[in-house]
């Protein structure tokens, strides 16, 4: 039986004999030796079916990873002569991941941590003095990497990994209808943003300017408008190199979209409303200088970029890759863009008090490393699933409706390994962040052993639950037929920069209620 078994198994692992071309051939039918095959009894009927399989739809993730050392041998055969299919996921092992997920980790963490440096400068500046609704943009913009660039790397990473973008038409088709998408999303989403960064600084003063009301929505519209069609074309740019040189897109895309989303939107924020600002004219006013008003700039801006929209659309619509997402992907980002928004009123609420103004320099870092990390297990486990399928049609994937802890953490699975790798990079990560701000004098707070213990307290806490909901979320809407590439991450970054923005405010309140006078909170 052993030779009869090792006999079936050779023409199958070089890809020239599978179960349906049996079937299909007329010549299968001779009895020289594929009756076996056919019949329910044969000796080598599981190994044929799980072969066929495994070279259908590509090894999966999974099996790759646990059995690393047996098939090590045979993917490489597996992956010849196959013409269209996809290349084999990637074999990963902890090791591989955690070497992959490290450096655009720390690259995305030193981006926030600039993103964090800027905005401790720019607090000062008489925009974000006067029009403190903008501080209520910045966690909503910045949140524009988790709605749209993370989201854009993940579905193009998931395309690229089950071989949707091999040919040059099908990359041009998936970069036209994505680019046009995201553009459409950004300016929608850069509009609401701003509307609700005006009601909630409406509604605890009662004060409300139409002045600064047009402001912040042509300082938000341009803003997201800009950083998305940047950051959209910096993605596209990794996804293709990194399957060039055999880089799993899934570990490092969302994070470098991370790294340079956070920096280069707090940036054009911070200029585009400044400079808008001035075209007001209050600066002049409040030095009894003679002003030149220009206030009709800022409706002009905010007309030219919404006047873009139709355009957008129209190719956006014409595309089938994105023409679903058009109609249906609305949810998430303006969910995500709320709850962010309610980030950003616990930021503005607290820097505005003097005794907590060091809080700024680091709302950015612990939100973006939380939003990374959780970004790419996301990421990874709608990779895997879309393996199986499509979104709600494999039943080995169906959602589990409250995964325990244990099985999130300390399983053999493959996302469960992952999920270990990602928390074990939360306190070297956040350490090496601290070091760099202290190091550039970065912040109005010294860095003491205990404001270090609630710092990484609240940092290990928030990546924790967002692992955890990643793994139920993903799951959960993969089985009600949601593809999570385009809803699970911007549920997921938003919560990021609630919870990181809650947890963070709520040390630095304990701080200063418990008198830790060494680390300067406040000063």
């Known amino acids: 039986m052993t030779s009869t078994l090792e006999h079936r198994e050779s023409p199958q692992a070089n890809g020239a004999v599978l179960p349906g071309d049996c079937l299909a051939s007329p010549g299968c039918g001779q009895p020289a030796g594929p009756e076996p095959f056919l019949r329910p009894d044969g000796p080598g009927v599981e190994v044929v079916v799980l072969e066929s399989r495994a070279n259908a739809k590509g090894v999966r993730e999974e099996d790759a990873l646990l059995e690393n050392g047996s098939q090590s041998n045979e993917s490489d055969d597996t992956s010849t002569e196959r013409g269209p299919e996809p290349p084999s996921p ?6 591989s991941i955690g070497l992959q997920v490290l450096f655009p980790f720390l690259l995305a963490g030193f981006g926030t941590v600039a ?7 720019v607090q000062h500046w008489d925009v974000f003095k006067h029009v403190t609704e903008v501080f209520i943009l910045v966690p909503a913009l910045l949140g524009l990497k988790g709605n749209l660039e993370m989201t854009l790397a993940s579905r193009l990473s998931t395309a690229a990994n089950i071989g949707q973008m091999d040919t040059p038409k099908e990359l041009w088709k998936m970069i036209t209808g994505n680019m046009a998408l995201i553009q459409v999303q950004a300016t929608v989403v850069g509009f609401l943003a701003s509307i609700a960064a005006v009601v909630f600084g409406w509604i605890p ?12 929505c042509a300082s938000s519209v341009a803003t997201a408008f800009i950083a998305s069609l940047v950051l959209g074309m910096i993605m596209i740019g990794v996804i293709i190199g990194s399957r060039k040189m055999g880089i799993n897109p899934d570990n490092v895309a969302t994070p470098i979209a991370a790294s340079l989303g956070d920096l280069i939107t707090l940036a054009l924020l911070s200029g585009i409303s400044w400079g808008l600002y001035k075209e007001l004219g209050e600066e002049q006013q409040q030095a009894q200088s003679l002003p030149e008003s220009k206030a009709y700039v800022n409706p002009l801006v905010c007309a030219f970029f919404l006047s873009l929209l139709p355009i957008w659309i129209i190719i956006a619509r014409r595309n089938s890759a994105t023409r679903e997402v058009l109609y249906s992907g609305w949810e998430p980002v303006i969910v995500a863009m709320a709850i962010s928004s309610v980030g950003g009123l616990i930021l503005d609420r607290t820097v505005s008090d003097p005794n907590f103004a060091g809080m700024a320099v680091f709302t950015p870092v612990i939100n973006g490393v939380g939003g990374n990390l959780v970004a790419v297990q996301a990421s990874r486990i709608s990779t895997y699933l879309h393996m199986s399928g499509e979104p709600g049609d494999s039943p080995g994937t169906a959602p589990r409706k409250c995964p325990s802890p244990c099985s999130t953490f300390f399983s053999s699975d493959v996302n469960s390994r992952s999920a270990r790798v990602l928390f074990l990079l939360v306190v070297p990560g956040h350490l090496v962040f601290l070091y760099t701000i202290h190091s550039m004098q970065g912040g109005h707070t010294t860095l003491t052993l205990i404001f270090i213990v609630f710092y990484m307290t609240a940092a290990l806490l928030q990546v924790l639950i967002l692992l955890y909901i990643a793994d139920w979320m993903v799951h959960w809407m993969w089985g009600r037929h ?6 699970s991450i911007p549920y997921l970054t938003a919560l990021g920069d609630l919870i990181g923005t809650g947890l963070l405010a709520l040390s630095f309140h304990v701080l200063w209620l418990i008198g830790d006078r060494d680390s300067d909170v406040g000063d």
């Not at 409300?208 to 912040?216: I, K, P, R, T, Y």
């Not at 949601?482 to 809803?487: T, V, W």
């Open 482 to 487: 949601l593809d999570p590439d385009n809803f």
């Open 205 to 216: 003063d009662g004060h409300f300017s139409m002045d600064h009301a047009v402001l912040l």
């Open 115 to 121: 993103a964090g440096m800027v905005l401790d400068i």
């Open 90 to 95: 990637l074999k990963e092992t902890s090791f």
